[in-house]
């Protein structure tokens, strides 16, 4: 059976809120192979930090990572970051120094980012993330 999601995408679901998955269960209802996600949500949710069983009809979609716009680094790269502060950028489409998020996302998209560190300016790790799983914002969305 192929499940519509992956270990670690961080899905919205149903009346509860966003959780990460952390693993995958079959259930046999009525002669029917039934996909299940143990989910991991926050501890305002579930204090208890334990993974809840939640049946995939529950899912809403991914949860895509807003990527908020920070500036253009000294080598000339775009700076996002995430909620938890890791940096992304591109590093193939370079741009003036000031240049605002509506003249960089005029030219770039979620398809030309990749994990640069923790830091503004740091060395890029160059590992290309999912663009089906960002999001690039001029401010935090709700």
Known sequence: ??????????VNVESLGIGKIKDFQISRIDNQDIPSYWILFSEEIYPDKQP???????????????????????WNRPVFKDH?????????????WGS?????????SEKH??????????EPMGTLINPDKIK???????
């Not at 998020?101 to 030219?107: G, H, L, R, Y």
């Not at 690039?136 to 709700?142: G, I």
């Open 1 to 10: 059976m192929k499940y519509k999601y992956q270990l670690t995408d961080e």
């Open 52 to 74: 809840r069983n939640i049946w995939e009809s529950s899912i809403t979609g991914i949860h895509k990572r807003q990527l908020k716009f920070e500036g253009i680094d000294d």
């Open 84 to 96: 938890n502060n890791n940096r992304f950028g591109d590093v193939d489409n370079l741009f003036k």
């Open 100 to 108: 605002t998020f509506e003249i960089v996302t005029s030219k770039i």
């Open 113 to 122: 980012i990749c994990y640069f560190g923790s830091t503004f300016g740091c």
């Open 136 to 142: 690039l914002v001029k401010e935090w969305e709700e």
